[in-house]
């Protein structure tokens, strides 16, 4: 990848070493003109990144699920700092709902972060060149939106609510005292909502309620 006054000044927001490797790696191997201004693990370094740099930055790569918040939360911040910077989604976590949250709060493309040489380079260049990139990786989105949507209507009311509770870091009994029933209940409530939702553990479940938008 080229370094020079006229690249693509880019900040990556990544929490995890390898995958910011990975598209290091992916990024040198492809046509794209780009250079990583900064690499940032969470959501507080990328907003000291983009206090920092302000305009300076051209493109922000940026994945959902972060340590400390969201993708959202860099978002917003961006909105403020880096006004002009274009935004790319590259996430495995972040569902369609949510997907189609950040798309119409702004961000300009989404992809894989499975992605290759030759297809980073044609949503990066589309991007730059003020095309906002569906692709694909949009398609999948829909399609993953619409899975969302059918799942969420065999829920009744009661365990979205568990869900919601789960996802905002209450315990068992603390859930049990909030709903007015047993922990025992509340077990059993789960194990129902586990099968309907596809998950094992509280975990998943609580990935699944920011990947379909039920807290953010």
């Known amino acids: 990848m080229e370094q020079n006054d006229k690249a693509i000044k880019i900040l990556m927001v990544e929490d995890q070493p390898i995958c910011r490797m990975g598209i290091r790696m992916t990024l040198a191997q492809s046509s794209v003109h780009g250079q990583i201004l900064a690499e940032a693990g969470d959501v507080d370094s990328a907003v000291r990144f983009l206090e920092q740099l302000g305009n300076g930055i051209d493109l922000i790569l940026l994945d959902y699920m972060l340590p400390d918040g969201t993708g959202m939360d860099v978002l917003k911040a961006a909105k403020r ?16 709902a949510i997907l189609k949250q950040l798309m119409e709060a702004g961000v300009n493309g989404f992809m894989s972060k499975s992605v290759t040489p030759e297809e980073i380079a044609v949503v990066i260049n589309s991007v730059m060149q003020g095309k906002d990139h569906k692709g694909e990786g949009y398609i999948r989105v829909e399609e993953d ?5 059918e799942t969420m209507k065999t829920l009744k009311r009661r365990e979205m609510e568990l869900i919601t509770l789960c996802a905002n870091g209450l315990n068992t009994k603390q859930i049990a005292d909030e709903m007015n029933v047993t922990p025992h209940s ?6 129902t909502v586990f099968a309907k939702v596809g998950v094992k553990s ?13 807290v953010s």
């Open 81 to 96: 700092f880096s006004p002009d910077a274009k935004i790319i989604i590259f996430s495995g976590e972040a569902g369609g």
């Open 145 to 149: 939106l619409k899975d969302d949507y």
């Open 202 to 214: 509280t975990n998943e479940l609580i990935l699944y309620a920011f990947k379909v938008g039920l």
């Open 186 to 191: 509340i077990e059993n409530m789960k194990s």
